[in-house]
C-alpha cells in the first residue's frame, strides 16, 4: 500500500488555465472552482479543440495531476506534458497516450462471473460513481507549464467535460498508512412512516469517507507536511485528493477520493520522536 495525497496545494488554481475550445458559459476557468457539478466544457469533440494548457507563472513541482468528474467514454485516451517551453516542443515529461478509464481486474484474478476478466470499468459502474482521471508522475516534476490532451472523438454526447482540475506536488507519507483504514458510503436520504404505514423515502446523493491514522513520522514531517500543508491551507472547507493505495490504479475509481477534512485532528506525540494523526475525509460530489 502507498498512502497519496495531492492538491495541497493544488497549482492548477494559481495557473493561467486555457483550452482549444469551451462552450459559452462553461468556461476553462471552471477547472479552478470545487463545485465539479459545474464543469468546463468542449464546443466540440475534435482532439485538435479538447486540451487544456496551464501557465504557472514560475517554477512549480508537478507530481499528480486530476480531472475530477469527466465524461469521457470507454474508448478515450489522455496524454499529460511537463516542461519549461509553452510550446512543448521540448519538455520535462511526458507521459504518452494512456487510457483513461481505469482497468478493473487482471486478467485471471477472479472467478468468470464475478468481475469482468481483464477489461475496462463497465458503463453502468461508471455511471454511479464520480468518475475521475488519475495520473502519478513516476518522480515530481518542476515545471512552468502543463499541458494536458483529450482524445474521445467519439462521444456520443459531442463534448468533452470535467468538473475540477488538480495538477500539483503529491505527497506520500515516509511510513503508509496504519492497519485499520475504512472506506464506505453514507447516505443521507430520509425515510419516514405515514399514519397509514407507508414508507415515504426522500433520497439523497449517497458519498464515501475515508478514514485512516498515519504514525511513526518524524516531528519535521508531521509538522511540515501535515500540520502546515494539509491542516493550516486546507482545514476543513479546503478540498484536496487522496488515493489510499496508489499502487492499485484498477481500484481508483473505488477508493481514490476528491473531497475534504471532516475534521482537524490533532497530532500526538505517543512515543520518542515519534508522532501521529487520522484524517477523516468526506467525498465531493
Known amino acids: ?151 474521445d472523438a467519439t462521444n456520443a454526447t459531442g463534448y468533452l467535460q470535467a468538473g475540477r482540475l488538480v495538477a500539483g506536488p503529491s505527497y506520500q507519507p515516509s511510513k503508509n498508512m496504519s492497519w485499520g483504514w475504512s472506506i464506505g458510503f453514507e447516505d443521507p436520504s430520509t425515510v419516514s412512516k405515514s399514519r397509514g404505514g407507508q414508507t415515504w423515502i426522500d433520497i439523497g446523493e449517497r458519498f464515501r469517507v475515508m478514514r485512516l491514522t498515519v504514525s511513526n513520522l518524524n516531528e519535521g514531517e508531521a509538522f511540515i507536511n501535515i500540520f502546515d500543508h494539509l491542516f493550516r491551507r486546507k482545514g476543513t472547507t479546503g478540498d484536496i485528493l487522496v488515493i489510499p493505495q496508489s499502487d492499485k490504479p484498477e481500484q481508483y475509481h473505488n477508493q481514490a477520493i476528491y473531497g475534504r477534512l471532516r475534521s482537524l485532528d490533532p497530532i500526538t506525540n505517543p512515543a520518542w520522536e515519534s508522532f501521529e494523526t487520522s484524517f477523516e475525509i468526506e467525498e465531493l460530489i
Open 1 to 151: 500500500m502507498s498512502l497519496i495525497f495531492a492538491g495541497a496545494p493544488n497549482r492548477a488554481d494559481e495557473a493561467v488555465l486555457t483550452t482549444g475550445s469551451e462552450e459559452p458559459g462553461l468556461p476553462v476557468t471552471n477547472l479552478q472552482d470545487r463545485q465539479i457539478t459545474r464543469p468546463w466544457r468542449t464546443a466540440s469533440v475534435d482532439p485538435q479543440d479538447t486540451w487544456i494548457e496551464a501557465a504557472f507563472g514560475t517554477s512549480r513541482t508537478v507530481g499528480a495531476v486530476a480531472l475530477v468528474r469527466h465524461n469521457l467514454t470507454q474508448d478515450s485516451t489522455w496524454r499529460v506534458r511537463a516542461g519549461d517551453d509553452p510550446t512543448f516542443a521540448v519538455v520535462k515529461y511526458d507521459s504518452g497516450w494512456l487510457e483513461v478509464w481505469p482497468g478493473v481486474e487482471e486478467f485471471g484474478t477472479q472467478p468468470w462471473g464475478i468481475y469482468q476478466w481483464g477489461g475496462l470499468l463497465p458503463q453502468e459502474v461508471a455511471e454511479q460513481i464520480t468518475l475521475s482521471a488519475y495520473h502519478l508522475l513516476p518522480q515530481q516534476v518542476v515545471a512552468t507549464h502543463l499541458r494536458i490532451d483529450l482524445a
